[in-house]
T-cell receptor, first 113, second 111 residues
């Protein structure tokens, strides 16, 4: 099945720890994105990547890091520098050169305990 | 600043009671406007892309329309399974590839 797979679905982190969220896609999409969703707010862009080994900061990149070593994978690391990391994290992918739609994974809910 | 505003924040309908959701936008130039459906605890599901004023798209009980300032998502004779949060997003011409999202409209359809 083609799609975007995020893992794990639920993640608990202690304060001061780094944690990495996984995102894999087998749709052969060029671009991949990370968004954060908080109650009562619209989705906000953390990082995006249009090609392998290249990525750009979004609106709320502070306290996060990413890598794009393979076309299929775009992991997000939430570092201890992120002051309020508890949120629902969504990975998306698309073909911006062909059509502007982005398609989303099922999300990872991160809770800091 | 590019902005997307959705209204109402929440909408309760009886099964079969048609209505519309609104998405108004302020952008320097519109590349595309998108509607998504999101169920609780799930990722958004893509519904429609609209590119220019006057364009319409339909899928089952849903119909999306676009003007120069806003988009409407019309729901005809809704069923309880249409209950979800509907998200509107825009992509700006000449900018980055990011989507600017509204906060969503939570739709509840009672049987």
């Amino acid at each position: 099945d083609g799609g975007i797979t995020q893992s794990p679905k639920y993640l608990f982190r202690k304060e001061g720890q780094n944690v990495t969220l996984s995102c894999e896609q087998n749709l052969n999409h060029d671009a991949m994105y990370w968004y954060r969703q908080d109650p009562g707010q619209g989705l906000r862009l953390i990082y995006y990547s249009q090609i392998v080994n290249d990525f750009q900061k979004g609106d709320i990149a502070e306290g996060y890091s990413v890598s794009r070593e393979k076309k299929e994978s775009f992991p997000l690391t939430v570092t201890s520098a992120q002051k309020n990391p508890t949120a629902f994290y969504l990975c998306a992918s698309g073909w911006p050169g062909r059509s502007p739609e982005a398609f989303f994974g099922q999300g990872t809910r991160l809770t800091v305990v | 600043e590019d902005q997307v505003t959705q209204s109402p924040e929440a909408l309760r309908l009886q099964e079969g009671e048609s209505s519309s959701l609104n998405c108004s936008y302020t952008v320097s130039g519109l590349r595309g406007l998108f509607w998504y459906r999101q169920d609780p605890g799930k990722g958004p599901e893509f519904l429609f892309t609209l590119y220019s004023a006057g364009e319409e798209k339909e899928k089952e009980r849903l119909k999306a329309t676009l003007t120069k300032k806003e988009s409407f998502l019309h729901i005809t004779a809704p069923k309880p399974e249409d209950s979800a949060t509907y998200l509107c997003a825009v992509q700006v011409q000449g900018g980055s590839e990011k989507l600017v999202f509204g906060k969503g409209t939570k739709l509840t359809v009672n049987p």
